[in-house]
């Protein structure tokens, strides 16, 4: 394990398969196909490896404010982890896709949260694993039931009544998170209005990995974010909350701790001004 522990090998991951401390979850998921994801994970997954969907089970239905991803119903998702085996402060969750960590870090995140640290997510996603030529299966796991129990850390996001607030103030920073192109508001392929949150500035999300989806570097991550280290909070978002977590996992792995993620992001900011 590298990085603080929050970046794993696929050496590590297929050593450790069956560590009986040890869930893995597959985060695989297409925004322009909802239910590619979990097709994907029925022909093929890593061995052992759950399923939870972005739609269903890391966000919660979508209303006329809040987002496009608002936060799922915590007292379910804890259900749901119970169910497929975690126990809080005792199990070491790995998360993976395909997307160059663009869902399973909203896991990553979300799990923190909800008070549980010990995650970490696979580097390389799905495709790492099988370009190393580990196995892979169809067979549907079963393991005892876990008790995941919530201490949920509400000061790691905000809504936009606290952007609003802090946004203007000179040692706070609010980081987009998405392509450049959107940000400067020249394309706008989701949301209903293009731009940016003023005051924002731009680190596309998938800076925080190779092409292939390896996670550059800690030294690499650092560099990153040289010129916000002086910031007394960063507070990131993108979209719809989702890929501004991979930021999020930047920031943590640079040794920046504590940035906050404005849930509702740019598909709530613009929503206030239809």
């Not at 997954?45 to 939870?52: E, R």
């Not at 896709?97 to 997510?121: E, I, T």
């Not at 940016?196 to 690499?220: C, F, L, M």
């Not at 007394?232 to 930047?250: D, F, H």
Request: charged letters at 25%.
């Amino acid at each position: 394990m590298t990085d603080n522990n929050l970046i794993i090998s696929p050496e590590w991951l297929v050593a450790n398969t069956e560590n009986p401390q040890l869930v893995i979850i597959d985060c695989r998921f297409a925004l322009a196909d909802a239910e590619l994801g979990e097709k994907q994970y029925q022909e093929s997954h890593i061995p052992g490896a759950f399923y939870l969907d972005l739609n269903r089970d890391l966000a919660s239905a979508v209303g006329k404010h809040g987002g496009r991803h608002p936060l799922p119903n915590i007292a379910e998702l804890a259900e749901k982890l119970s169910a497929i085996g975690i126990n809080s402060s005792e199990t070491l969750v790995v998360a993976y896709d395909d997307s160059r960590l663009g869902f399973a870090a909203r896991l990553w995140w979300l799990l923190r949260y909800m008070g549980h640290s010990k995650v970490a997510l696979l580097d390389g996603g799905f495709s790492g694993w099988k370009v190393a030529g580990y196995p892979v299966t169809n067979t549907l796991p079963d393991r005892p039931n876990g008790k995941f129990v919530v201490k949920l850390q509400p000061d790691m996001a905000v809504d936009i009544e606290q952007v609003k607030e802090r946004k203007d103030l000179p040692d706070k920073v609010l980081v987009d998170s998405r392509e450049s192109e959107r940000y400067e508001g020249l394309r706008e392929p989701i949301d209903p209005i293009a731009g940016h949150i003023p005051g924002a500035v731009n680190y596309p999300w998938q800076g925080v990995t190779d092409e292939s989806g390896k996670v550059r570097s800690a030294s690499e991550q650092k560099q990153r974010w040289t010129e916000l280290e002086t910031a007394t909070e960063i507070i990131v978002y993108c979209g719809s909350g989702v890929t501004a977590c991979v930021n999020l996992l930047s920031l943590e792995i640079a040794g920046i701790p504590d940035a906050k993620l404005y849930v509702g992001s740019w598909s709530d900011w613009c929503s206030y001004q239809l």
